[in-house]
């Protein structure tokens, strides 16, 4: 089954545009999950879109969030781990190689690991 994701008052960073970053990031995911279990090619299709605008979301939250960590010790570390996804999902978690399960349970997974690990790091400074 699908991994379905809720907002939580933990995922709370303080910050309004990234906290409303991550919320798209959990609703991009449950929209995949929409599309994950029908085996049409109509849902195939809203599959890939929905994974296509999941993947510019998250180049357009990890330049925002850079921004915000300009200066910050962590930055180089911060970016290795957006090169990483990058390549991640470019050559390894892709349609081609992973079904829409697994594909949308991994990057649902991703999305709540990454909105915790920010969570984290805005609330012991």
């Known amino acids: 089954m699908p991994k379905r994701l809720t907002w939580e008052a933990a995922f709370n960073i303080g910050h309004e545009v990234i906290d409303a970053q991550h919320r798209d990031l959990l609703e991009h995911c449950n929209r995949l999950a929409d599309h994950a279990l029908p085996v049409t090619e109509e849902a195939d299709q809203a599959f890939r879109q929905g994974f296509d605008a999941l993947m510019a979301l998250v180049r357009q939250h990890f330049a925002a969030e850079e921004a915000l960590l300009a200066g910050h010790p962590d930055l180089e570390d911060y970016r290795h781990a957006c090169e990483e996804f990058e390549y991640l999902v470019a050559e390894i978690a892709t ?3 992973f079904d829409k399960i697994e ?3 991994f990057l649902a997974l991703w999305a709540v690991g990454h909105i915790l690990e920010d969570a ?3 609330h012991t400074g």
């Open 95 to 97: 349609t081609e190689n």
């Open 103 to 105: 594909l949308q349970r």
């Open 120 to 122: 984290k790091r805005a």
